[in-house]
């Protein structure tokens, strides 16, 4: 069958899972042992830092419990999407599957990358250390939400794929078929874990960075990550949608979620008085 042409054991896949290892390693190992003359100013910050991905996850698994009528009715047009996308299932399949080709093959092994689970983590966790050894407080703040939004939305995603339990295209039982509570990977087709991973990653840098151009690039990524998924047979057009919408939403959340609590922390205030006017600013 054509889909075992895709297996991950490319050059370009393993080094990329290399690059995130050492990336691991050297926020793990190499860094504690280069810091160990600030070692309690750096845990002190490693401290506070845990506390704000602590806090920023909660803040999203909680977020349902604080919609109003908008965010209500941005959900709804999150499910009419991905079920408009359902329409386009079979059609998207079959052009897909019209298409291999070896070059494309190529294509789908390195765009599969940037949604693997393992390399995203290690891409936040290498920046974080990145930022700690440079002093850089954006960069680490950045990596912290990116790796924020990626372990809480693959968590949701692992818990929905079961519980929905539909069937993966490769089966050939259709996109309407659903084996609920089921633990067989052929049948945890919805969401896309890969989507789910590249577009939480795009999502928090592309609003950090907040640049036409960085914005376009790394959602193109994302993308591209997503088709990947339907070229290898491995997920409905609507597995992707839907994973799209639900990843983005969670990274762009957290980032506004933090630049809120920041101006709410660091802010200036003037407070007036019967005969003086105070500049109060909060730290």
């Not at 990977?185 to 795009?202: K, Q, R």
Request: hydrophobic letters at 50%; aromatic letters at 10%; glycine letters at 8%.
């Amino acid at each position: 069958m054509w889909k075992t042409v895709f297996c991950f054991r490319n050059p370009l896949y393993s080094g990329m899972k290399i690059a995130a290892a050492l990336l691991v390693y050297f926020c793990c190992v190499t860094l504690p042992a280069r810091a160990q003359s600030d070692s309690v100013a750096c845990s002190a910050i490693i401290m506070r830092d845990a506390r704000t991905a602590l806090s920023g996850a909660l803040y999203v698994l909680s977020a349902p419990a604080r919609w109003d009528g908008k965010d209500w009715g941005w959900a709804g047009v999150t499910v009419g999407a991905t079920g408009g996308a359902a329409l386009l299932d079979h059609d998207l399949r079959s052009m897909m599957q019209r298409n291999v080709s070896a070059s494309a093959d190529h294509w789908a092994d390195a765009t599969v990358v940037y949604g693997d689970g393992f390399f995203a983590v290690g891409l936040s966790v290498g920046l974080y250390g990145t930022g700690l050894l440079i002093h850089d407080p954006w960069l680490r703040e950045t990596a912290v939400l990116a790796g924020t939004a990626i372990i809480v939305s693959t968590v949701v995603t692992r818990v929905v794929k079961p519980i929905v339990g539909r069937a993966r295209p490769y089966v050939n039982a259709g996109n309407g078929a659903f084996r609920m509570f089921s633990l067989d990977d052929a049948y945890n087709s919805f969401p896309s874990g890969h989507t789910v991973a590249a577009f939480s990653l795009s999502s928090v840098l592309a609003a950090r960075i907040n640049h036409p151009l960085a914005t376009i690039g790394l959602y193109s990524l994302a993308t591209l990550t997503a088709l990947s998924r339907l070229y290898t047979d491995e997920h409905w057009f609507s597995d992707v949608v839907f994973g799209g919408i639900f990843a983005a939403s969670v990274g762009r959340s957290l980032v506004l979620w933090r630049e809120a609590d920041d101006r709410e922390v660091h802010s200036l205030h003037i407070v007036p008085s019967p005969n003086r006017i105070v500049l109060v600013y909060n730290l």
